[in-house]
């Protein structure tokens, strides 16, 4: 697909299924017209520490060239996956990216600020953001590191949705060679800096990486979240408007 206009726009979609998919059994057919679809299931460690690739929860974002596409894609979500009839739950929001950094392998390769076209100017309003982390390597050496890195997400994601500032977090990992993703949702842009660079789990976890022990590459997007619907336990961007008006 040809990227028009000056900026990106993502959707990102989070369902739950009556039973657990894995991915290495079944193959969801990639959304038409999109620049970038992932969809992956849940981050879940088996008993050897890596990811099992098997959830009955998937995530999916959407890069599109075009606010009408992104927005088609939000309005009828179940004609671009056909799968959404068997979810017992789903959730859908467009957002727009404000800033991104870093390499990603979304698109078979790995992209160095690339990858998502942020907007000239920022809109303001909530907060999303979107990581990725990615290694060169999944030989047998670097399962040590993988595993380390498995852990740490599981860690920090816990401790992220255990700060009232933090209204929902989520991780899927990709198949196909090519990265999944984080995603948060943040009461404020204030509380997700306090939560990720100030004494914490995202921190101590950061250190480590540094020092060479886990991913070999990451990526960061901040979104604001233009409109959403469904059920991640609730929609969490109505209960935040609805805590503006108490």
């Not at 809109?123 to 399962?143: I, K, N, Y």
């Not at 816990?158 to 977090?169: E, I, Q, V």
């Not at 948060?184 to 990720?196: C, P, V």
Request: hydrophobic residues 40%; negative net charge.
């Amino acid at each position: 697909m040809t990227r028009t206009g000056d900026h990106d726009w993502i959707t990102l979609h989070r369902l739950r299924f009556p039973e657990a998919i894995s991915a290495r059994d079944r193959i969801f057919a990639p959304v038409a017209g999109a620049a970038v679809w992932r969809f992956c299931p849940q981050h879940t460690p088996g008993d050897d520490g890596l990811v099992t690739l098997t959830s009955d929860i998937w995530g999916g974002l959407g890069i599109w060239g075009s606010r009408d596409e992104a927005e088609a894609m939000l309005s009828d979500p179940g004609t671009a996956m056909p799968w959404l009839a068997e979810a017992v739950a789903a959730w859908h929001c467009l957002a727009i990216p404000v800033s991104h950094r870093g390499k990603v392998n979304w698109r078979g390769h790995v992209e160095d600020g690339t990858a998502v076209r942020p907007a000239p100017a920022d809109p303001g309003g909530p907060l999303v953001v979107v990581t990725t982390a990615g290694f060169l390597s999944r030989e047998d050496w670097m399962l040590p590191r993988i595993r380390l890195f498995v852990e740490g997400v599981s860690e920090v994601m816990a401790w992220y949705g255990a700060l009232p500032s933090n209204l929902r977090n989520d991780v899927f990992n990709g198949p196909e060679g090519r990265e999944g993703f984080t995603c948060s949702l943040w009461r404020s842009d204030e509380a997700m800096r306090e939560a990720a660079y100030h004494d914490g789990r995202h921190r101590a976890r950061m250190e480590q990486n540094r020092a060479g022990l886990m991913f070999d590459y990451s990526s960061f997007t901040r979104l604001r979240a233009l409109r959403s619907h469904g059920d991640w336990d609730g929609d969490p961007f109505a209960e935040l408007q609805e805590g503006a008006m108490t």
